[in-house]
């Protein structure tokens, strides 16, 4: 049983480019949710997806945007990125049960130089 | 607001000693809590869970933890500490809002381990 997947593992882009990550929740799991990791800092929760529509949202500029497709996988898209755009965005996905366990995938490091 | 907190930024043990990683609350309701560790360059791997019940709750790797419902507290806890647990550990929180929900992350503790 595959668990959360995400590609690519590594990017780099420079200031004002665009970005799309990608992920594959665990199978079973209609339910992703993104965030970000700065250098040093815990998870922020960016937004989450369930029946192809943004559910929920963190506080994070209409620059981070998203989508979920019919088999439940989801993209990440930024724009116009800033310096302070590194991280490693992380992939979770869920079951939309109200009582949700959270698994993560192992992230994409993106670098904006 | 809603908020989680690790006082501790950076705890050093011997393997072989005990650990306790500490994590408060600041939520309206109890909510759901959770403890990740996190490897250099990883993601993160789910530890144990508490959703409700038996406050003492069993994880992976031999670690544990007791929610404190008068501490606002859910405390990792290891009897003995092997090398391989140098990690970052982060506690976690999520409402319980009967749907999906997000989590609030802490800001995370480093574990080192000296032999």
């Known amino acids: 049983d595959a668990g959360v997947t995400q590609s690519p593992t590594h990017l780099i882009k420079t200031r004002g480019q665009q970005v799309t990550l990608r992920c594959s929740p665990k199978?079973?799991?209609?339910?992703v949710s993104w965030y970000q990791q700065a250098l040093g800092q815990g998870p922020q929760f960016i937004f989450q997806y369930y029946e192809e529509e943004e559910r929920q949202r963190g506080n994070f500029p209409d620059r981070f945007s998203g989508h979920q497709f019919p088999n439940y996988s989801s993209e990440l898209n930024v724009n116009a990125l800033l310096l302070g755009d590194s991280a490693l965005y992380l992939c979770a996905s869920s079951s939309f049960n109200g009582r949700e366990t959270q698994y993560f995938g192992p992230g994409t490091r993106l670098l904006v130089l | 607001a809603q908020s989680v907190t690790q006082p501790d930024i950076h705890i050093t043990v011997s393997e072989g000693a005990s650990l306790e990683l500490r994590c408060n609350y600041s939520y309206g309701a109890t909510p759901y809590l959770f403890w990740y560790v996190q490897s250099p360059g990883q993601g993160l791997q789910l530890l144990l869970k508490y959703f409700s019940g038996d406050t003492l709750v069993q994880g992976i790797k031999g670690f544990e933890a007791e929610f404190k419902r008068s501490q606002s507290s859910f405390n990792l806890r290891k009897p003995s500490v092997h090398w391989s647990d140098a990690a970052e550990y982060f506690c976690?929180?999520?409402?319980?809002?009967?749907?999906?929900?997000?989590?609030?992350f802490g800001t995370g503790t480093r574990l080192q381990v000296t032999l």
């Open positions: 199978s079973g799991h209609d339910t």
């Open positions: 976690a929180a999520a409402i319980n809002t009967g749907t999906a929900s997000k989590l609030t």
